[in-house]
């Protein structure tokens, strides 16, 4: 099945003043937010959920270890191109490598957050009291528990929807391709 790829001029009413909000956040209307447009509630919730995150009191490499990571785990190749394009701007390369592989990063308290992230996802939420602490004993809070499922709620609105749409990749994250059947082969 096909989904439209909304611009500004194409899209319901409802859903132009978001397009032009994510234009103004990503200085482009990403393909992601062109679909979303057909569902102007959900573009907004997407949109609204991401300025949220980006409120939190995660830095911009924290909040880019949890995109990935999610991204990872729930095998989105649009996304993993995209976030590894925004990540550029504040994490070393090899750290944006190892996330794409779903490898440990090096740094104790980033790879804690990775952990967290990850099994947070896998385990739908069901961890054991023993893995909240791990996190917390690795210098995160309480309010960053809560933090880290606003970013992974923004991953599944995302996420799910490039899978059922496939999304094409824009041309701005073609760098950036991400392809690992062969790492779960």
């Keep these: 099945m096909e989904f439209t790829v909304h611009t ?3 899209a319901p009413e409802a859903s132009k003043e978001m397009l032009a909000h994510a234009r103004a956040t990503f200085g482009l209307i990403p393909n992601l937010e062109g679909i979303l447009a057909s569902a102007p509630a959900v573009l907004k919730g997407g949109m609204v959920l991401w300025d949220l995150f980006e409120t939190t009191s995660f830095t911009p490499i924290e909040r ?4 990935l990571t999610a991204n990872y785990v729930h095998e989105c190749h649009y996304c993993m191109a995209a976030h590894s394009a925004l990540a550029t701007s504040c994490m ?3 750290d944006i490598d190892l996330l794409r592989d779903g490898k440990i990063l090096e740094n104790p308290k980033l790879q804690a957050l990775q952990k967290f992230t990850r099994r947070l996802i896998e385990a739908r939420g069901w961890l054991e009291n023993k893995e909240v602490e791990e996190f917390i004993n690795a210098g995160y809070t309480k309010q960053q528990v809560l933090e880290v499922i606003l970013g992974i709620a923004i991953k599944v609105i995302h996420n ?4 059922i749409a496939k999304t094409p990749l824009d041309k701005e994250f073609q760098p950036f391709i991400w392809d690992n059947r062969e790492k779960h082969m």
């Design 160 to 163: 799910y929807t490039n899978h």
């Design 8 to 10: 500004i001029e194409t």
């Design 64 to 67: 880019q270890v949890i995109y």
């Design 92 to 94: 070393l390369p090899s």
